[in-house]
């Protein structure tokens, strides 16, 4: 959709005049560094990225539970009891000494989301009342195979905090769009009141040159007084209208300031850029490219994939639950030399008996919402064709409108120029050479504001379809 090089050429010889312009000695700032300012000094691009953060650190949390963890202890106990002949009484203390051994001992456990294993060891244990010192080792280990979901419930609130960072991932892409976007918009909306400021001044020069030439010949009588006023109309018009366009100029300033994070009062110009572009030729081309980048819709099917998951885990809610678990001993007599070991395994199988329908009511709930995921991923889809239908066809009508701003920019200029030498030859009358400079000077406005609007109309279509 780029400009055809007659359009390119002629506007460059109606801003012309912006070489003098830009020799003010106000600074220069340029497309790339005022969206680079937007990103870096805007609030709402600050908080964006903020939640980033914190949903990137919950995910890390997430990562960190479904990962095995290794803990360690180690402890020394001590106890002493009184002798003593009665049997209740000795087995009641015998018993009391277990609580807290003798000698020092060490555990070192590991856990994980499905596996928990725990190395235990009293390297030396006297015995209360005897001349033993016994040594024991412990190990301990615990395995579920399946509990309802692949990795168990764990893994999948990894999976779905990860679908929810990509989320936020999106959110934040969309949301650095827009604000890429309104900086870009309010950049061109500077440039083209920065420009109509150098043709404001060229119209209002040639009224002021053409009011001079008709207060001349007025003198002379070659001019009526209704000339004269005709005169005075356009050049004060001109002026006015230059006036108008340094107020946009300042407001546009402004507003650009805001975006930009920069003090409001702070002078500075923009550098002139070349048209936005859209590298698509035909709207069905460009439909499917927005489509495919709009986070709308990536939004919607990442929460299709975490609704997946939910009925992942409610469906193997109804399934079996398998667990292994084993276990040994070794014990030393210290004082004999002697030693004795013993280990066992075991296996436990869950299964749901009665859950009065609870899983399959949730499991409704979930199908339900996946459909509602469909019709809304449906419905956005043809809104977003909609959307980027009106941009481009939007765009095309700015662009034939631009063609013939030219066209007639053109055609009223050498009209101008025409009836000028007419006028000097007395074929035209006054009335004729100012209606024909106030023609010229309407349509050279006109062809400015086509061009803006072209830019912004390019903007917008870019916009809605994701870039």
Request: net charge neutral.
């Amino acid at each position: 959709m780029a400009m055809k090089g007659k359009a390119l050429i002629l506007l460059a010889a109606l801003f012309a005049p912006v070489a003098g312009f830009a020799q003010d000695a106000a600074p220069l700032v340029t497309l790339s560094e005022c969206i680079d300012s937007a990103l870096a000094n805007g609030y709402d691009y600050k908080i964006l990225q903020g939640n980033l953060a914190v949903g990137r650190a919950q995910h890390a949390q997430n990562e960190s539970r479904n990962s095995f963890s290794l803990a360690g202890s180690i402890g020394y106990g001590d106890n002493e009891s009184a002798s003593t002949t009665d049997p209740y009484l000795a087995s009641a203390l015998k018993s009391l000494q277990t609580v807290s051994p003798q000698g020092g001992q060490a555990v070192l456990a590991l856990s994980g989301p499905l596996t928990s294993a725990t190395l235990s060891a009293t390297p030396y244990n006297p015995v209360v009342g005897t001349n033993t010192t016994l040594s024991s080792y412990g190990l301990s280990v615990s395995q579920t195979l399946w509990n309802g979901y692949p990795g168990g419930p764990m893994r999948a609130a990894v999976e779905k905090s990860l679908l929810a960072l990509q989320g936020r991932e999106l959110s934040t892409e969309s949301g650095r769009l827009g604000l890429v976007y309104k900086a870009k918009q309010a950049y061109y909306t500077m440039l083209a009141a920065q420009r109509n400021i150098a043709l404001r001044k060229e119209l209002r020069d040639r009224q002021s040159s053409l009011l001079a030439q008709i207060s001349a010949i007025y003198e002379l009588k070659q001019a009526s007084l209704a000339d004269l006023k005709t005169a005075q109309v356009n050049a004060q018009s001109a002026e006015i209208d230059l006036k108008s366009a340094e107020h946009d100029l300042r407001l546009a300033r402004i507003r650009l300031a805001i975006i930009m994070g920069r003090p409001t009062g702070e002078e500075y110009r923009v550098a002139e850029v070349e048209d936005p572009q859209v590298k698509t030729t035909t709207l069905e081309e460009t439909v499917a490219d927005g489509l495919g980048r709009r986070p709308e819709i990536k939004q919607v099917e990442l929460g299709r994939k975490s609704n997946g998951i939910d009925l992942a885990l409610i469906r193997g809610q109804t399934t079996p639950a398998v667990s292994v678990n084993g276990g040994g001993a070794y014990l030393v007599n210290l004082t004999s030399g002697k030693n004795a070991w013993a280990w066992g395994l075991g296996a436990k199988v869950g299964m749901p008996i009665l859950d009065a329908d609870l899983a399959k009511h949730q499991q409704e709930e979930k199908l339900g919402q996946d459909a509602v995921y469909v019709t809304q991923e449906e419905q956005l889809r043809q809104s977003i064709a909609a959307d980027i239908q009106d941009a481009y066809e939007t765009a095309a009508i700015q662009k034939e409108r631009l063609e013939v701003a030219k066209l007639a920019a053109e055609s009223t200029d050498l009209l101008l120029e025409v009836v000028r030498t007419q006028n000097r030859y007395g074929t035209a009358t006054n009335q004729d050479l100012l209606t024909a400079s106030v023609n010229a000077a309407n349509a050279r406005n006109a062809l400015a504001a086509a061009a803006n609007g072209y830019q912004l109309a390019v903007l917008q279509l870019q916009y809605v379809m994701g870039y």
